[in-house]
């Protein structure tokens, strides 16, 4: 029996998955297969596009090389191009003139990157992101220019305008809708995705149409836009879209779709019987699918069809999940809500620049669809309740709510999956293939890759991949390892151990010794948080730069329109008039607006960056210390005026509280500490909702442990009953430096103490009764910790090179200019959209 010839046009990501796939079919000997690719390469990944400017090769993103297809017969032909199609006597041209015929043929041409109609667009410097090549071009214009524009703000110009700032560029986003990524984010998405962008000095233009690009005064080029303004740049990389590779299929007799697309059928067949289309190519109910999972899906269906099998195309889902010049975004669904009788939820955190909207059904019951800012954590739940038609939990809005207060998010729970749950759309993995490979010895994330290839793809089914993987292991009694990330092989506790024990000082130095690669956004601000909390180094030294989040980088809480927030500390609430009016001349002199806090300290609002270290000179200056409200540490002391004042004061509480936040100030944990002391037990400074609360009662003090606020309150616990003040304060050192060795990452004490094995008794046996005769060490750590105590602020602006960090720009003492305000109870605060769009009416 002779062999059937299937050609493959193109030899990108799907047409090299449908080799892959008739490779491994049991009918792949009665093939011949021959691919052609344009490129002078064989498939790459182009969905890590973006990793070649932070390091990766050419070699680092290929999905396969000519070794494997010599190995499988695999005939190929790089650099030329198919120009010819005979549907009637089955063969193909090449633009350099070979001539094949075929049994069966495949199209996978893609897609070509959408360029604007706007004159000058062909200029030198003006280019597109789609291929390796593409990259080779931008490096070479980058090279040659200083600021960068990227015209399109959906996935892949967001991705563009990551590698035009990864090459050092000032980079600009214009984008023509009201928003970015306006077909996957509603407006709550993507309002808080451009403000973050922002914050990472990316500048977004939305709604501007460019008219055209002529020669520029400062920079290579000119963008006019219809709206009369004007952009001047040095490149312009067009990200606008893409549009079907469907050139060949146009030309030679298949059905094209009246907006491009070349039309398939569920089999994945073209309107002549031999022809199939699969990938961004293809048109399937009238639709373009363009991402990787159901390109994927597609060449599945079509080897199937060709080996004569019965798997058909039903569509695919749309949802997303991925990371946008570090910012994480997920799309699920019915993102928009346009579903008859949907109704949603929405968690909007502007402090935190959290956002989350979840669409469900009119009775309440279904998930339609969701969408995920900063947060994404609930993308694996959410997408296989909808995916599998599960029924939503009694209370649907815990699915949403954050989970970065150290709680355990309402969460689905993977054994409640079916074993036919879809975890990996890339690869169509189930969960039960997962378990499969469980029982089969895959004990690690590596062997589930090798065995499945689930999220080998786009790697957005990583995390629920992992929790299938480690609900089997445990099902089948094996011990489940609790690693921080793929960097470091050790749970949070277990590093807090090797960098108390081998007294490790920089995370170069623990990623050398106890990890590999280079790390990432978890492993980076936990290792961080750890150095912190045992060696007390100032947190902007070059060793520990990298490790930190904006408000830590920036020693001041970022705001929603890009300012920071100043809080000096004012210990157990307690200031002199002469501090106090400090404060109002510093809110005056910075125009900030001004507040009174719930942890009794006045925080001033709308610092731009370049005044943070003039603010912060000014309160050096007057006795003021950073409050440390940006970091994971202690935060307040709070405190009523006990018996100095109070006439049912027992102690002094004030003098407890300060003395108690001047001790611990500066320490950094897992998790934000608050604190209370009460001068008595009608409890006006709200001890027992504290991470750490005190009570005055006539025998001494009451101490209380692991209580917090916020969305979900935890009433503190009785620790221990009349203590006198040195008593209580062994206790605390000892029950604070328990906690830093062996909480987990981002985890308050309340969800601590709740998983601690033995609980609230062992607690006390280990810090009152020393059970594991800990005491001293503890208390030795948290000696050594108070004694490396620095005052970030004063650090800072006593060294002229941090003093650089603190600039809107690097090459010039302009000013953030963009900044909008409107006056409201006698103080300023940042308008609105609606707002803004006034003021410029008036001035016009």
Not at 433 to 448: H, R
Not at 455 to 462: E, K, V, Y
Not at 571 to 578: D, L, N, R, S, V
Request: hydrophobic residues 35%; proline residues 3%.
């Amino acid at each position: 029996m002779s062999k059937q010839r299937v050609l493959v046009v193109g030899n990108g990501m799907v047409g090299h998955k449908f080799i892959d796939n008739l490779l491994q079919d049991s009918q792949a000997e009665n093939f011949e297969i021959i691919t052609f690719s344009e490129e002078p390469r064989l498939a790459y990944d182009r969905v890590q596009l973006s990793s070649y400017f932070s390091g990766a090769t050419a070699a680092d993103l290929a999905l396969t090389d000519e070794g494997y297809y010599n190995e499988n017969g695999v005939n190929f032909v790089l650099n030329d191009k198919v120009v010819e199609l005979n549907t009637q006597e089955n063969y193909v041209v090449t633009a350099g003139g070979r001539k094949e015929s075929y049994d069966k043929l495949v199209l996978a041409t893609g897609s070509f990157p959408f360029v604007p109609p706007i004159p000058g667009n062909d200029q030198e410097h003006c280019l597109v992101y789609r291929t390796i090549e593409d990259l080779e071009a931008i490096t070479t214009s980058a090279s040659q220019s200083k600021v960068g524009v990227v015209v399109g703000g959906g996935l892949l110009g967001l991705e563009a305008a990551n590698a035009l700032k990864a090459a050092g560029l000032e980079t600009h986003v214009v984008e023509f809708a009201p928003r970015l990524m306006a077909v996957q984010l509603d407006e709550g998405g993507g309002s808080l995705l451009r403000r973050k962008i922002e914050d990472l000095d990316v500048t977004v233009h939305t709604e501007k149409a460019t008219s055209e690009i002529v020669a520029g005064e400062t920079c290579r080029y000119r963008m006019n836009f219809a709206d009369g303004s004007f952009l001047e740049t040095d490149m312009i990389l067009f990200s606008a879209g893409i549009r079907p590779q469907d050139e060949l299929a146009r030309q030679f007799d298949l059905e094209i779709g009246e907006r491009g697309g070349i039309v398939v059928n569920d089999n994945c067949q073209t309107n002549v019987e031999n022809v199939y289309a699969i990938g961004e190519c293809a048109l399937w109910s009238g639709r373009i699918y363009g991402l990787v999972a159901p390109g994927y899906t597609m060449a599945k269906v079509a080897v199937s069809h060709i080996t004569g099998g019965s798997e058909t195309f039903q569509g695919a889902d749309m949802s997303t999940k991925l990371k946008l010049l570090g910012v994480d975004v997920a799309s699920i669904g019915d993102a928009h809500g346009n579903t008859p009788g949907a109704q949603s939820y929405t968690y909007n955190d502007e402090i935190e620049q959290v956002y989350k909207r979840l669409i469900v059904s009119e009775d309440g019951k279904k998930v339609l669809g969701a969408v995920l800012v900063g947060d994404v954590d609930a993308y694996g739940n959410l997408l296989q309740l909808m995916l599998n038609d599960m029924d939503l939990p009694e209370n649907p809005a815990g699915l949403i709510l954050p989970a970065s207060d150290g709680e355990a998010a309402v969460g689905l729970g993977v054994d409640a999956l079916p074993d036919t749950a879809q975890i990996c759309s890339c690869f169509d993995v189930t969960k039960g293939q997962i378990k499969e490979a469980v029982a089969g010895g895959c004990v690690d994330m590596g062997g589930i890759k090798g065995a499945t290839k689930a999220s080998t793809g786009c790697g957005g089914c990583a995390a629920l991949t992992k929790q299938v993987l480690d609900a089997e292991l445990a099902n089948l009694g094996y011990e489940v390892k609790n690693d921080i990330c793929e960097h470091f092989a050790y749970s949070r506790k277990e590093l807090a151990d090797i960098v108390r024990v081998k007294q490790i000082k920089t995370f170069d130095e623990l990623l050398e010794s106890h990890g590999h690669g280079l790390g990432c956004e978890i492993c980076k601000p936990t290792v961080g948080s750890i150095l912190a909390s045992f060696w007390n180094d100032y947190v902007l030294k070059d060793e520990h730069i990298g490790l930190q989040d904006t408000n830590d980088i920036f020693l001041g809480n970022m705001q929603k329109d890009g300012t920071y927030s100043v809080v000096p500390r004012v210990a157990g609430g307690e200031i002199t008039p002469e501090k106090l009016i400090v404060l109002g001349e510093v809110a005056k002199e910075f125009d900030l607006y001004t507040k009174v806090t719930g942890g009794q300290r006045i925080d001033l609002f709308g610092a731009q960056l370049h005044e943070l270290p003039l603010i912060w000179k000014k309160l050096v200056d007057a006795g003021f210390e950073t409050g440390h409200a940006y970091g994971k540490s202690v935060r307040t002391v709070k405190s009523c005026v006990g018996s100095t004042w109070c006439r049912y004061g027992v102690n002094d509480s004030v003098g407890f509280a300060i003395n108690l936040e001047d001790r611990y100030k500066g320490l950094r944990s897992p998790h934000k500490l608050k604190f209370a002391v009460s001068g008595c037990t009608r409890e006006c400074a709200e001890a027992q909702c504290k991470d750490v609360g005190v009570i005055a009662t006539e025998n001494g003090w009451n101490l209380y442990v692991c209580g917090n606020g916020g969305m979900r309150p935890r009433h503190a616990d009785l620790f221990a009953t009349d203590l006198d003040d040195d008593t209580l304060i062994k206790y605390v050192d000892r029950f604070l430096m328990f906690y830093i060795r062996t909480a987990d990452r981002l985890q308050r004490t309340s969800v601590w103490l709740e998983n601690l094995e033995g609980g609230l008794d062992y607690l006390k046996d280990v810090v009152i009764n020393d059970k594991l005769g800990l005491g001293a060490e503890l208390e030795s750590e948290m000696a050594a910790n108070i004694g490396n105590y620095q005052c970030e602020w004063k650090t800072t602006i006593e060294n002229p090179e941090k003093l650089k960090r603190f600039k809107h720009y690097i090459n010039s003492d302009e000013t953030d200019n963009s900044l909008a305000y409107v006056a409201e109870r006698g103080q300023r605060r940042p308008a609105t959209p609606d707002e803004r769009i006034q003021s410029v009416e008036l001035v016009d």
